[in-house]
């Protein structure tokens, strides 16, 4: 999936700038890749899947680096930046069934059966909604996952991320899609990263063409909602984000690890405005993170003061104890 995504960035990249050559460095594996016996939210790591390339980076060794922007974390380590976020592929979650359960959905599933997932933000909703199922870890790449539940009969179903499927090319084994009433999704999922140098003008300005303004504004509103919450791999936090008519809507949750107890909250901004000329020493303002300078300044901070205000919110109601204790039984199982 790693080599699909920075495929398609790159094919992206050949056409806007044909005089360009652009190589595909080593593909490498990172911490997330090498354990697969652990769950991702007791590793602990903030960068699970980013320090190795991020490491490259700094040596000079590549140029860019393409994530799934749900893999990096909300501060990036000094120097680095994310100069664009590609147009965002549906970012909703997927029910993949095993083969003798096609055709059904999670609600007609026989009691007790087992569900896939790595996520404990997937978990805690679904629990929730569907309590007659069971949820267990699985970890792997997308091949491995939908190999261990065809093959095996260990799992009736496994909950996987819509956007990756699709750059598969194995959208025909999506069953079902969990639309917000059933699944608030992760932060960034479904959007593609690509991180450079903060410092490297020529290659900013270059992969800046690569921006969707929409998908920006979403994303910065999401990760400044995370970062204000100081959410994680390790504990579950969720939202929703829509730009329609010059309106940017934010939906926020947060989730003790059973479902039982959450907070939910919707807000919305105006993020509706003019392009203006920003050059300057402000031309490299990072928010939460991300540097679009052909998206207005003003609209990002819109975007990230709801962000924070949607997280100020849920705090004041309590969501900062349903984490901490969320935090502690995950440490502690």
Not at 34 to 53: H, Q
Not at 93 to 118: M, Q
Not at 140 to 153: P, Q
Not at 241 to 265: F, H, I, M, N, R
Request: aromatic share 4%; with cysteine.
């Amino acid at each position: 999936l790693a080599r699909i995504q920075t495929d398609s960035v790159v094919t992206t990249l050949c056409e806007l700038y044909p005089d360009l050559h652009f190589e595909i460095a080593v593909a490498m594996s990172t911490t997330g890749d090498k354990i697969l016996d652990t769950a991702l939210s007791k590793i602990g790591e903030k960068s699970l899947f980013t320090k190795e390339l991020e490491n490259a980076l700094e040596r000079n060794e590549v140029d860019l680096v393409v994530h799934s922007l749900k893999d990096l974390p909300t501060s990036l380590p000094p120097g680095f930046t994310i100069g664009a976020v590609c147009k965002r592929e549906n970012p909703l979650d997927a029910v993949v069934f095993h083969p003798k359960n096609c055709g059904k959905t999670l609600s007609v599933l026989p009691e007790k059966s087992v569900i896939g997932t790595s996520s404990l933000r997937r978990a805690a909703q679904l629990k929730k909604k569907f309590p007659h199922l069971e949820f267990r870890d699985i970890r792997g790449n997308l091949n491995t996952r939908l190999k261990k539940l065809d093959e095996k009969e260990d799992f009736s179903a496994i909950i996987l991320a819509a956007a990756g499927l699709k750059r598969m090319g194995w959208e025909n084994r999506i069953g079902q899609l969990l639309g917000p009433e059933d699944c608030l999704y992760a932060v960034g999922q479904g959007a593609l990263a690509v991180e450079v140098r903060a410092k490297d003008q020529e290659i900013l300005n270059m992969v800046s063409a690569l921006h969707d303004a929409d998908t920006v504004l979403c994303c910065i509103a999401e990760r400044a909602f995370m970062k204000r919450l100081e959410g994680g791999c390790s504990v579950p936090v969720a939202v929703n984000s829509l730009l329609k008519d010059g309106q940017l809507y934010l939906t926020g949750a947060v989730y003790s690890l059973d479902g039982s107890d959450s907070l939910k909250e919707t807000m919305q901004t105006g993020v509706s405005y003019p392009h203006q000329n920003e050059d300057g020493p402000n031309d490299d303002v990072q928010h939460v993170g991300i540097t679009a300078k052909n998206v207005p300044g003003q609209a990002q901070e819109a975007a990230e003061n709801l962000g924070v205000e949607l997280a100020s919110l849920l705090l004041s109601k309590g969501a900062k104890h349903i984490l901490s204790v969320a935090r502690q039984l995950n440490d502690a199982h």
